[in-house]
């Protein structure tokens, strides 16, 4: 069985902090994203990477970076953490954009910034 | 026309019924599609997936694919009050996976 996992469920900071949100997965997938979602917004794509140190932008980027230094750890960072970035993050990994294929879904961290 | 769109809902069925799920797709998107379930507070799940046209069936779920009408749904025979859940319908577009925003199903017991 896949496992995408996220190092925390449930995550608290202040304005202003430098946040760190882990992903790993245990598959050797190629490609992995981030995600984060909003009621009536729903999941909108932050950044992805298909491959170790690479990093393509998604729909938001603004505010956030990435780092994928392994190619089962992907790192999403909030540099200067605000009160707009409150949200669920979802990390998820799929095997090869080469043969469309369902996305693995991390348990998500609900993110709450004061 | 956005890439994958479904209605919102909230789409309330009695138990038992059927449960029909519709989304549309732009041009933009591959057709092959994806229909994940998604628990309040949980992380969407991989129920379904179609990549040709026509119709496949999986216990109780169905998927059908309209390519011509560019048109995906989701058939839920005898509903249950564990059914209820947002679902989300996703399709690739080169190097991502687009998703919709998701329809709120509820099963009235």
């Known amino acids: 069985d896949v496992k995408v996992t996220q190092s925390s469920r449930y995550l608290v900071k202040r304005t202003g902090e430098k946040v760190f949100l882990e992903c790993v997965q245990d598959?050797?997938?190629?490609?992995m994203f981030w995600y984060r979602q909003d009621p009536g917004l729903g999941l909108r794509l932050i950044y992805f990477?298909?491959?170790?140190?690479?990093?393509e932008k998604g729909d938001i980027p603004e505010g956030y970076s990435v780092s994928r230094e392994k190619k089962e750890r992907f790192s999403l960072i909030l540099e200067s953490a605000s009160t707009n970035q409150t949200s669920m993050y979802l990390c998820a990994s799929i095997p090869s954009l080469l043969v469309y294929n369902e996305q693995f879904f991390g348990p998500g961290t609900r993110l709450t910034v004061l | 026309q956005k890439e994958v769109e479904q209605n919102s809902g909230p789409l309330s069925v009695p138990e038992g019924a059927i449960a029909s799920l519709n989304c549309t797709y732009s041009?933009?998107?591959?057709?092959?599609f994806f229909w994940y379930r998604q628990y309040s507070g949980k992380s969407p799940e991989l129920i379904m997936s179609i990549y040709s046209n026509g119709d496949k069936e999986d216990g109780r779920f169905t998927a059908q694919l309209n390519k011509a009408s560019q048109y995906v749904s989701l058939l839920i025979r005898d509903s249950q009050p564990s059914d209820s859940a947002t679902y989300l319908c996703?399709?690739?577009?080169?190097?991502?996976?687009?998703f919709g925003k998701g329809t709120r199903l509820h099963i009235l017991p």
């Open positions: 598959m050797d997938h190629e490609n």
């Open positions: 990477s298909y491959d170790v140190k690479m990093k």
């Open positions: 041009d933009r998107v591959s057709q092959s």
């Open positions: 996703a399709g690739p577009r080169r190097d991502k996976i687009i």
